[in-house]
C-alpha cells in the first residue's frame, strides 16, 4: 500500500509518503524556534503554526516521494495521543484529504508508531525491488524502551497489535525531565539535545538520587530528580553563578542521573521477563526496541548497551541481547513515516476504519492499553 501518514501530536508537522516498512519521504517541520520563548509548547500557538504548515509539508512529503494522490491507497494519521489542538489540525486535514481524494482513513496510535520506528527502512536506490520484511527476521516477544518528552515505557511486544505495558512514567517524562533541567540551567527549548552536547565535555560530578529501588514494579518517576535538581542548583546560588565547565558537568550529572534511573529498572525488566514472575510467565527476549525522541542520545545508547551485556552475563544468555535503533534520527523524534508503517500493519490487518474512518476523532489521552 501507498499511504500518506501525518502526525501533529505536538509540536512538529510531519508528513510522510510510505510503502511497507519503507518511508519514500518523511518530512517535518519543526516549531521549537516559535516555542522557544515559553520554555515549552504553547497551545495555541501549536495550533496556529501546524494549520500553517500542514498543507505544504504534505505537498512537499508526496513531491519528495514523487507520488501524485491518485497513486495512494489510504491516510494514515495520528489520533492520540498529544495535545488536542495539535492533533486536531492533523486530523482535520486528513479528513479533508481523505474526502477529497476518495481514501479510507486510519487512525495510528502515536506511541505505536515510536514503538515500530526502529523497523522502517530508507528508500532503496533500486524501488522496483521491494524491501524484504523486517518482521519476518525478528524473534517475538521483544521488549520496547518508549523515552520522549510525554512518554517513558517499557512494552513487551508480542506482535502487531499484541503488547504488554510492564512499567511508565507515574509523573513526568525522561525528556520532560531533562528539558525541565535544561530550563534551569537557561539551555533553551527543547533542552535534551543541548544537554547531550554540553554533557560530552562535563563530568558527572554530582550524584543524582536513584529513584523508586524500593519497589517491585517497573514503573519510573523522574519528578524527584526535576527538585534534587533545583534544591542542588538553588544550595549552589543558581545556575547564574556556574561557569561554563561547572554547567557542563552538572549537565553530564543530569544525563547520568536520568539514565542511571532508566537502566536500573530496565535491568530488573530484563530479569523479570527472562525468569518470570508471579504476574507472568517467562517471556524470554533478544533485543531491546529503542524509540522516542531520546532514543536519540548517544550516552542514553551505550548505557543502554552496558546494561544488555551486563544482563546478558548474568542471565548466562548464550546470544547476548541486542539494541535495536531506528536507522536515522530524524525517526526518534516525532514524525510521520513511523505513523505511515503503522497504519499499513492496521490496514492489513482487521482493523482498517474504511468509510467510517470520517467520525474519526482525536483521542489525547490514548495509550497502548
Ligand atoms: O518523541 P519526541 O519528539 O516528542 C514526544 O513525543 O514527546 O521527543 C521530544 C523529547 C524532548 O524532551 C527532547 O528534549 C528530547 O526528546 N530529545 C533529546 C534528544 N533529542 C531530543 N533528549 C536527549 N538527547 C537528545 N539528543
Ligand atoms: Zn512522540
Known amino acids: 500500500m501507498t499511504i500518506l501518514a501525518i502526525d501533529t501530536s505536538c509540536d512538529e508537522t510531519s508528513a510522510a509518503v510510505t510503502r511497507g516498512w519503507t518511508a519514500l519521504s518523511n518530512v517535518v517541520a519543526s516549531q521549537a524556534e516559535l516555542h522557544r520563548p515559553y520554555g515549552g509548547v504553547f497551545p495555541t500557538v501549536a495550533k496556529q503554526a501546524h494549520r500553517e504548515n500542514i498543507e505544504p509539508t504534505v505537498q512537499l512529503a508526496l513531491k519528495r516521494a514523487g507520488i501524485k494522490p491518485q497513486e495512494l491507497d489510504a491516510i494514515a494519521v495520528t489520533q492520540g495521543p498529544g495535545l488536542a489542538p495539535a492533533l486536531e489540525v492533523g486530523i482535520a486535514h486528513a479528513k479533508k484529504l481523505a474526502s477529497e481524494w476518495r481514501l479510507p482513513l486510519i487512525p495510528v496510535n ?3 508508531g515510536h514503538l515500530w520506528s526502529v523497523l522502517v527502512q ?21 521488549l520496547a524502551l518508549i523515552v520522549s518528552g510525554k512518554h517513558t515505557e517499557f512494552v513487551l511486544v508480542h506482535g502487531f497489535g499484541t503488547y504488554n505495558v510492564l512499567g511508565r512514567t507515574l509523573d513526568d517524562a525522561a525528556g520532560e525531565c531533562l528539558d525541565k533541567i535544561g530550563r534551569m540551567l537557561n539551555l533553551g527549548y527543547p533542552a535534551g539535545p543541548v544537554l547531550e552536547q554540553l554533557a560530552k565535555v562535563g563530568s558527572p560530578t554530582t550524584a543524582f538520587p536513584l529513584p523508586l529501588t524500593t519497589v517491585k514494579t517497573f514503573d519510573l518517576s523522574f519528578s524527584g530528580l526535576k527538585t534534587f535538581a533545583r534544591n542542588t542548583l538553588n544550595a549552589l546560588g543558581g545556575s547564574e553563578v556556574l561557569s561554563r565547565q561547572e554547567v557542563c558537568d552538572f549537565a553530564a550529572s543530569t544525563q547520568a542521573g536520568v539514565f542511571r534511573h532508566i537502566t536500573y529498572k530496565l535491568e530488573k525488566v530484563i530479569e523479570a521477563v527472562h525468569r518470570g514472575t508471579t504476574e507472568f510467565d517467562p517471556a524470554p527476549v533478544s533485543e ?14 551505550a548505557a543502554l548497551r552496558q546494561t544488555l551485556r ?9 546470544t547476548p541481547l541486542v539494541l535495536r535503533t531506528p536507522y536515522t534520527k530524524r525517526l526518534c523524534g516525532d514524525n510521520a513515516g513511523m505513523i505511515g508503517v503503522v497504519g499499513e500493519k492496521k490496514a492489513t490487518s482487521q482493523f482498517l476504519v474504511r468509510s467510517r474512518g470520517i467520525t474519526l476523532e482525536r483521542l489525547p489521552r490514548l495509550s497502548l492499553r
Open 110 to 112: 502515536h506511541i505505536e
Open 122 to 142: 530508507p528508500r532503496r536506490r533500486t524501488p522496483s525491488q521491494p524491501a524484504p520484511d523486517p518482521v519476518a527476521t525478528i524473534q517475538f516477544p521483544v
Open 288 to 301: 531491546l526496541w529503542l524509540g522516542g525522541g531520546v532514543a536519540a542520545n548517544t550516552a542514553l545508547r
Open 310 to 318: 551486563a544482563s546478558s552475563r548474568r542471565l548466562g544468555l548464550a
